[in-house]
């Protein structure tokens, strides 16, 4: 996760910023920027972070 902070809050931050700005799903951001999903969401979902494929956000 390079281009990604590693402090939960600005993760969150920044994955929603980007589900916004530049990806039409979790799983086309995690494609293009060669993360692991499954971190992305254990690392938000400890700070009490789902995502919503509906709204294409975390909350």
Do not use: T
């Amino acid at each position: 996760m390079e281009r990604l902070p590693n402090d939960p809050m600005m993760l969150f931050s920044a994955v929603n910023m980007l589900l916004r700005d530049e990806y039409k799903s979790l799983d086309e951001l995690c494609d293009d920027m060669n993360v692991d999903r499954a971190d992305i969401e254990a690392r938000l979902k400890a700070v009490g972070f789902e995502y919503s494929p509906e709204y294409n956000k975390f909350w």
